[in-house]
């Protein structure tokens, strides 16, 4: 897949460019919280964070019209601590202005997005990184699956100790994206029922993707493990009432399920990663029509783009969907593992095109 700085569209061919290079830079000064854990200081801490902005391919450019994606700006973001990154979920606001994630260590994270004049993801503010409240009982503590209730709540999956967690609602009428990560820090966690074969979850493979369907269901898909070949992740659709029934989704070529976002129709599109030895890391996007969501039923949606280096890519783990100017926009997030000497925390957005659709 290759793409210009400019917006050139993105092809679904995997090519071998270099990969794109950071063309601009600028930081924003953040007050963050730091999380509580292993991989962070027990108090407050304040920090730079920096915004590098990302060209996608510059050396590559393509002609316009002749992908489904279209580039609207990205970032690597930077920070000098020990508990920034190991983002593994995000959403955004409705407008595209507020970004909320978490990490698998356990910590919200929130900022402003900002824009240029053209509508291209340019940088962010008012950072906060702050510890989750975490339920009770023994276990350790790896969120990775996020969705926003219609009512304000926030549900997140965790894997290793495999559970549904809810994040209660506030007042009536409160836009839960004016909420940052300290205020998110102050909510308390209470576990939901899930299914009994979740006891069988991969202990590092479990729930990864996590939505609402538009007819009330939770969908829930978990990573599983790392096949050659084709193989099939188990997921679940749980009904308002606790039913629940039991799907499929295929993979193939090593992709494996990080995250899922619901299209304004009720589509819903899943991020894959694959991560292997010989052939590196890559992302991909699939469009499951919200038709074949079925019980007994095994997804296999239509691949409508994939990311291979050396094009700007690494372990996206976060997907998010949104409007704005007039354009069905995806935001994708990468998890560094903590790892920022090998890899980077990427914020990567897109406008869908109405040719992905067909």
Known sequence: MSMN????????????????????????????????????????????????????????????????????????????????????????????????????????????????????????????????????????FDPEGLVLDPDGAWLVSTERTHRLLRYAAGPAGHDPFARDADALARLEPIALPVPTDFAGLESNAGIESLLRLTDGRLLAIEEGREDAGEAISRAWAIGPDGATASLGLKRSANFRPTDAALLPDGDVLVLERRYTKVGGVAARLRLIEAETIRPGALLDGAVIATLIPPVTVDNMEALAVYERDGETRLLMMSDDNFNPGQQRTLLLQFGLTPAARK
């Not at 950071?22 to 962070?40: W, Y």
């Not at 008012?126 to 409240?133: C, V, Y």
């Open 5 to 140: 700085a400019s917006g050139d569209r993105v092809k679904t061919t995997a090519r071998e460019w270099r990969r794109g290079r950071i063309v601009r830079f600028f930081s924003v000064t953040c007050t963050l919280l730091l999380a509580l854990g292993a991989v962070a200081p027990a108090r407050a801490e304040a920090i730079e964070v920096r915004a590098l902005s990302l060209a996608f391919n510059p050396e590559a450019p393509l002609k316009s019209g002749d992908g489904l994606l279209d580039y609207r700006g990205g970032l690597e973001l930077r920070a000098d601590a020990k508990a920034f990154g190991g983002f593994s979920a995000a959403r955004i606001s409705a407008d595209g202005t507020r970004l909320i994630a978490l990490s698998d260590a356990g910590s919200w994270f929130s900022a402003t997005l900002d824009y240029d004049a053209k509508g291209r993801l340019v940088g962010l503010h008012e950072a906060r990184l702050a510890p989750m409240a975490r339920p009770p009982g023994k276990g350790r």
